[in-house]
């Protein structure tokens, strides 16, 4: 489904800031630094596994050798068969404590990375967060970050037993006898090199696979965004067939593709099993005595078959972390996408507390006061210069005039959502924002739980008598009276839940129930019906005689009445009206 | 396991492209097995042999014939891996296809506004998680566990054919226990904590959009932090289980692995004892411990799968139920209309699924060739009534009866498709005449007309870019394409600037002489010419 444009107009003007591959790697680096006991202990258990698998073969061998070669009876083999069975019992011991480890390691990490993501939200500001889809950000906060998930837990840990471990086996097979640890070498020419092209063969896959289902979904998805259009027009099932016509044509570019990326994979095993083949046949020989050279004269039958046990444990570490390529893939493409919000959302935060209380000057404890603001979103096109106002404590200021004039720019200041560029803000004796106050948006805000949940979301500490009393003043007492457990019902039960004007006088509710001593509201009643509206006036009427100090924007001819002094803004002009 | 049902008997439907997929598989793993199996037979007999000619005896040894398996197998599983690897991913691409086709004809009998509770977006994306979590199924879950039982079954018989019937019924205990490990007892100790796992996330993100869309609220009443802690909290919860979740199936992994290696000792201690009996030889001896040991990687993959067995579940669970949500009637026309009528509502009563009525007793009789406006603020449920007149949502109470209609929604839905698919869903059979005709009309047959690809634009994100009143336009002409003698319009011109309105406007009289024509907007500025008005009021 095409997307309108104002909706994709939204970022495609800035120039592109997506972080490069080595910026998302640091990121990844400076996670797993947090966290390096986790991930060494997961290493570790992994080095053991593999040493105990080593042990395990070396036994087999041995029991092999003395039983079948020297003909000891089995009844003599006790210790060997003991150590096997230890050997085995330690092996899988450290396997399970290795994905123990990797949860528990991977589990830290995305909390810190959530943590990071929280603290960059709240240096950013609710300005610069309502400028993104909220969907998007709950999306990277949860989704992207559990994409970290295998990176860490599983292709991390892996990355490096792929060396250890072979390192290990071929160490150990040289000593046994050099040709054969020539054969293993020469299979896999360098390690490193032979990483690289599984590397590249698994990410070409990846890409391969991903953009091909993504494709498909695609299809699907734009199908199903559409439904009720396609339904009406009478035309799903014309639709199901291009979906399945277009998926069709998909698959088979998809499978030209896949064919050649499958190709690394079977190299790996090309060479893994010719390794093993060659192996078995070099020692087959040299136990036979056709090989005259080199060291296969020194072959037993223990040292013959340990090595063709441990071939196969040569090449698996690097087959699993082939098999966990995509993990990396997954990290790098979230991570690219969550430092490249975080890049949007300003300098990236860096230090412990995230400190938005800034070092403006505290002014007089009974007065706000702008000294000289000025604002500019984009550079020479500034919405406020050299803007100088105050509001006396206790008074219920309106701001009027044209959208994009500048009231939100102005009630933003206050709130402490916005720094002057220029120039001092200070409310009531304080910084903007160092103080608690209320704020009204256009859109109520209600959260998924009882009203008392809900009121004492921002005022923890109110008793149920003061909840009861901010509803009754927002004129949600009828509505509460109809429910059985009073402020201790859920607000969307049994499919009744609010309409607009009702979530917004919750909202409302919950300045009553906070005391506070200034309120900022946005269009406190734009686009109300009728109830809510006088709910609405009546309730700011109650707080404008209650002495609170009130600035709102507005068009609406009751709220102008209701203050006692009107400005009107435009072009970062304000002027008393 | 019900849930899955629809899905499993979708996918079995291509039981040939299954078996040949899973003969392949089986051919890879038999030929990994048998690499190694044969190669400690060849060797322990070259060593023997070796032995004896030392020892000056006469000996003979059959080279060829192993010599020749080993470099089979070695090819076989090269070659069968490949094979298999291809094959089977365009199985699972034309399962993908067969999921995606029968979930969206069954959702396409549903009715279309509220699919659910959730905001469209939501909606959609919980979808794509859950059809997504079903396209693994067969090459994680079904495949690997049917060849895991095959080859087990494989091991038993040659146990009892090279050894004996009790070293075979030990096996066939040691390797069934490590297979129910690796899958139903993963299966059952993960069901929990995966099948409440998508539950929990999709209440965390709620929260988190929540916590997103109060921030300013939250900011003002200095609360964003500890909301964020409780979020976090959550979040944590969430994670532990996941990693709980993961832990016990890394255990459950280690222990089937270490019954499969307990089983291949336990053969090489049986296999003593009968060696020395005489009734085994030394390589056959060595053979069968060493297959045994290549089951590993049968069984590598399995608790994985079978830890996500849960998840898939619920998915499955919430797509039958998603897609056998209230049937949908379709916008198709009533019969019981007197003549001369095109539209009828009466007593009608409209809510949406979580809040009270949005309109009560709501009559309304449309003449045909009559032009309706309908005027009223924004929030006054004008949309609503679009769509409860067009049938697109149930009426609560009372009932719509019209004559086939056309229906522009509120928002501008065009499909990532060519010009002129879009244009054609709603007259599949008019000519490029006709297309041009009606572009010409809302003015976009210039802009189209400078593209190269004219008809055959591509529109969507892949393509031509649509301003949002070029690509209102776009949708305003597909309706009025529509030969329904009935044409709805929700906010017909969006986006589009008052010059063009006004142009549009005149030609639009002339273009739905004689057709019936009901047109909402804010305002009777953004309407063609009425011939009766009603306002909305709150």
Same mark, same amino acid.
């Given at each position: 489904m095409a997307e309108t444009?104002?909706r994709q ?12 591959? &080595? ?12 966290? !390096? ?28 050798? %003395? ?11 006790? =210790? ?10 330690? &092996? ?7 994905? #123990? ?5 991977s589990?830290?990490?995305r ?19 309502? #400028?993104?889809s909220a969907g998007e950000l709950s999306r990277e906060w949860l989704d992207h970050v559990e994409a970290l998930h295998g990176y860490?837990a599983r292709y ?19 000593? =046994? ?25 698994a990410a070409k896959l990846n890409q391969q696979h991903f953009q091909a289902i993504s494709r498909l979904s695609g299809q699907f998805l734009d199908k199903v965004r559409g439904l009720s259009t396609l339904q009406l027009f009478g035309q799903t099932e014309a639709a199901s067939l291009l979906i399945q016509s277009r998926s069709d044509h998909y698959r088979r570019i998809t499978m030209k593709t896949l064919r050649?990326a499958f ?18 046949? *070099? ?6 005595? *056709? ?32 098999q966990h390529y995509h993990d990396r893939a997954a990290a790098l493409g979230a991570g690219a996408e969550i430092?490249?919000r ?13 400190? %938005? ?29 050299? =803007? ?60 998924n ?33 109809? !429910?059985?457990?009073?402020? *201790? ?14 979530? &917004? ?10 005391? *506070? ?27 404008? %005689? ?18 006692? %002094? ?12 | 396991m019900r849930e899955l049902a629809p899905w499993l008997r979708l996918i079995f439907q291509r039981p040939v492209r299954l078996t040949v997929g899973g003969?392949l598989i ?44 080993? +470099?089979?197998?070695?090819?076989? +599983? ?6 298999e690897r291809v094959y089977n991913h365009n199985t699972v691409l034309r399962l993908l296809t067969d999921i995606r086709v029968y979930l969206f004809r069954r959702l396409a009998t549903t009715t279309p506004v509220h699919r659910s509770g959730l905001s469209g977006a939501q909606w959609l994306s919980r979808l794509t998680r859950d059809v997504d979590t079903l396209d693994t199924l067969y090459l994680r879950l079904i495949a690997p566990t049917a060849l895991?039982?095959?080859?087990? @079954? ?29 899958t139903l007892?993963v299966f059952l100790r993960t069901r929990r904590i995966s099948s409440r796992q998508s539950e929990r996330e999709e209440r965390l993100r709620i929260a988190v959009i929540e916590?997103l ?21 959550q979040a944590?919860?969430l994670s532990?289980e996941q990693a709980k979740a993961d832990?016990r199936v ?51 993959a399995l608790p994985e799968a079978f830890g996500k067995l849960g998840a898939t579940e619920s998915s499955a669970e919430r797509l039958s139920r998603e897609s056998d949500a209230t049937k949908w009637d379709g ?19 409209? +809510?949406h699924i979580d ?32 769509n409860?007149?067009?049938?697109l949502m149930p ?14 929604t509120?928002t501008t839905v065009l499909f990532e498709d060519t010009?002129?698919a879009n244009?054609?869903l ?12 009606? @572009? ?18 591509w529109l969507g994100s892949a393509g ?24 709805? @319009? ?49």
């Open positions: 444009a104002d107009s939204d970022g495609a003007g800035e120039p592109s800031s997506a972080p490069n591959q &080595r910026e998302v790697k640091r990121w990844l680096a400076s996670l797993a630094r947090g966290n !390096r006991q986790w991930i060494r202990a997961t290493v570790a258990a992994g080095v053991v596994s593999g040493l105990a698998t080593v042990l395990q073969m070396y036994f087999l061998a041995t029991l092999v050798h %003395r039983g079948v070669v020297e003909k000891v009876p089995v009844t003599d083999l006790t =210790l060997p068969f003991i150590l096997v069975l230890l050997a085995i019992v330690v &092996r899988a011991a450290s396997q399970g404590l290795q994905t #123990h480890m990797a949860a528990r390691c589990e830290d990490v909390r810190d990375a959530r943590r990071q993501i929280n603290r960059q939200w709240q240096a950013a500001g609710p300005v610069a967060i309502s #400028h993104a860490f991390l840990p892996q990355m490096v037993l792929s060396l250890i471990i072979p390192l290990i086996i071929l160490v150990l097979v040289f000593t =046994l006898d050099w040709l054969a640890g020539i054969f293993l070498l020469l299979s896999a020419p360098l390690i490193p090199l032979f990483m690289a092209l599984v590397g590249m063969g050649v190709l690394s994979s079977a190299v790996l095993e090309f060479f893994a099993s010719m390794a093993i083949a060659v192996i078995a046949i *070099y020692i087959g020989f040299g136990l036979l005595g *056709y090989i005259t050279y080199g060291p296969s004269d020194q072959l037993t039958l223990f040292s013959g078959l340990l090595i063709l046990l441990l071939a196969p444990e040569f090449f698996q570490p690097l087959r699993t972390l082939s430092l490249e975080m890049d949007k959302l300003g300098p990236r935060f860096q230090g412990d507390h995230p400190k %938005r209380v800034t070092n403006q000057a505290a002014g007089p404890g009974d007065r706000i006061e702008l000294q000289s603001v000025t604002v500019e979103y984009r550079r020479g096109h500034p919405v406020f210069r050299n =803007l100088s106002l105050t509001f006396e404590k206790g008074s219920c200021v309106a701001l009027t005039g044209p959208s994009g004039g500048g009231k939100s720019t102005l009630l933003h200041l206050l709130a402490g959502f916005v720094e002057p560029n220029e120039g001092a803000v200070s409310v009531l004796g304080q910084a903007p924002g160092a103080d608690s106050f209320g704020w009204l948006g256009q859109t109520g805000f209600l959260v739980g009882t009203w008392a949940d809900n009121l004492r979301l921002t005022s923890p500490q109110a008793s149920d008598i003061a909840i009861e009393t901010a509803l009754k003043n927002v004129g949600l007492r009828p509505l509460l009276d109809s !429910r059985e457990q009073g402020i *201790y019902s859920y607000v969307s039960e049994d499919g009744q839940g609010l309409s607009g004007g009702q979530a &917004r006088r919750l909202s409302l509710a919950r300045i009553f129930v906070a005391d *506070y001593d200034l309120i900022l509201l946005d269009e406190p009643t734009a686009g109300l019906d009728t109830d809510s509206e006088v709910y609405v006036l009546e309730a700011l009427h109650k707080l404008a %005689r209650a002495g609170k100090t009130l600035i709102f924007s507005t068009h609406h001819q009751a709220l102008l009445t209701l203050a006692n %002094r009107m400005l009107l803004v435009t072009e970062g002009e304000v002027h008393d009206a | 003969g089986l051919i890879t793993l038999a030929s990994g097995i048998g690499l190694l199996a044969l190669s400690g037979w060849f060797i322990t007999e070259t060593a023997l042999v070796g032995l004896a000619l030392a020892a000056g005896a006469q000996a003979t040894i059959n080279l060829y014939t192993p010599g020749g398996g080993i +470099r089979f197998f070695a090819l076989s +599983r090269t070659i069968g891996r490949y094979a895991a039982a095959l080859v087990v @079954l494989l091991m038993v018989v040659l146990a009892g054919v090279w050894f004996n019937g009790t070293v075979a019924l030990w096996l066939a205990v040691f390797l069934s226990s490590a297979l129910l490990l690796a007892a916590h869309e109060g921030f300013a609220e939250l900011t003002a009443a200095g609360r964003t932090g500890k909301h964020a802690a409780w979020l976090m909290r944590q919860q532990s832990r890394g255990w459950h992994l280690a222990s089937s692995h270490l019954l499969i290696n307990l089983a291949a000792v336990f053969t090489l201690w049986v296999g003593f004892s009968l060696f020395e009996a005489g009734l085994i030889s030394g390589p056959v001896l060595v053979l069968l411990p060493i297959a045994l040991l290549g089951l590993a990687e049968v069984y590598a916008t198709a026309a009533k019969t019981d209309l007197p003549a001369g009528t095109a539209l009828i509502a009466s007593d009608l009563s409209i +809510r809040s009270a009525p949005i309109f009560m007793h709501f009559n309304l009789t449309v003449s045909e060739g009559e032009h309706l406006g309908v005027v009223g603020h924004s929030g006054s449920g004008k949309s609503s009534l679009a409860a007149l067009s049938g009426a609560y109470h009372g009932s719509v009866s019209h004559v086939p209609l056309a229906y522009l509120q010009l002129r244009l054609l709603a007259h599949p059979q008019a000519s490029d005449a006709e297309l041009w005709q009606i @572009l010409e009309l809302v003015e976009m047959a210039e802009r189209f007309g400078l593209e190269a690809d004219k008809l055959d634009t031509s870019r649509l301003s949002g009143g070029e690509a209102r336009r776009v949708g305003l002409a597909r309706v009025l394409l529509s030969p329904a003698p009935l044409i709805i @319009l929700d906010e017909p011109f969006t986006g589009v600037d008052a010059a063009t309105r006004k142009r549009i406007c005149q030609r639009l009289e002339q273009w739905l002489e004689g057709k019936t024509v009901i047109a909402l907007a804010h305002g009777a500025d953004a309407l063609p010419g009425t011939d009766r008005m009603i306002h909305l009021t709150y």
